[in-house]
């Protein structure tokens, strides 16, 4: 197991408030960034106690995108070492945020730049400080958006924004990318992090299993006919009554039933 070096980990009851801690660098991912985000990830994955992750930046960034000089400079001439920090790279971006057992959220606290987009894509929900500096800047250093990213604007963004954004490398606030629909919303800056905490929180304290049922519902009938997707959730309320032992039904319908509460308005306390 390796030192983890560039990341913190806070907990608040059932929230991992996940920092990328290279502030002097605007947070930029280095090779062992990613390979501390990938660790930090597969250890959080097994916590029970833990129902969302918030991924946020330390200092006055939240992600430069890659370490230009670290990821693209440095290993240049090798290979092989190009290559593993490349593929984790991916990986806990593209596919390990997006098919995590728990619900993720990217607080945008301020600079976010080319591979940063990934991680605001990966993640379930984003916020930004209104005040952010975002932008796709590869265009600006005579590149394009690589990696995982070309994926995660064509899953995220219109085709108008993403090339726009693109093509002219603009920088643009929080509250346009709320516009574009890159995050939830903007809030300024002073308060975000509250804010973020009380959303995080409201939804920890739902039921665990069914935040990921609610997760694999989504993400994968993405990728499923309209049949398949049918059958899949039927087999996931199945799997979901043995996570959970038929809360859903028992707790859930049940109090429902007895008059304790009505869940078009609110969950049932505890
Ligand atoms: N890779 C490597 N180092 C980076 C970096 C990146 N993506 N972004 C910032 N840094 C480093 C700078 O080199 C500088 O290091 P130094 O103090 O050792 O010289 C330090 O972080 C602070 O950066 P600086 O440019 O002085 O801060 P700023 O607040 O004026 O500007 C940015 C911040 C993010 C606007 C600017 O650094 C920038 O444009 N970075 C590149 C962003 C980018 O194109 N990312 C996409 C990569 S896929």
Redesign the pocket.
Known sequence: MTKIETVTVEREGKVAIVTLN?P???N???PQLHLDMTQVLDELRDDDTINVVVITGAG??FC????????FIKNRDDGAMFEKAFRASVEWRGRTLRYYPKVTIAMING?C????FSIVEGCDLAVAANEA?I?L??I??K?F???S?SKSLANLLSPRDALFYGLTGR?FDGVEAARIGLVNYATPAEGLRANVLALAKEIAAKDGAALRATKDGYRFSLEMSWEASMDYTLAKQDQLTMRQGGAWQDQGIGGFLDKKYKPGLSALEG
């Open positions: 290279r002097n660098k605007r930029a991912m280095s006055q960034a430069a995108g890659m370490d230009l000089k670290e990821f600079d730049f080319g591979g940063a500096r932008g800047s590869e600006n250093f590149i958006p690589g990696g990213v920088p």
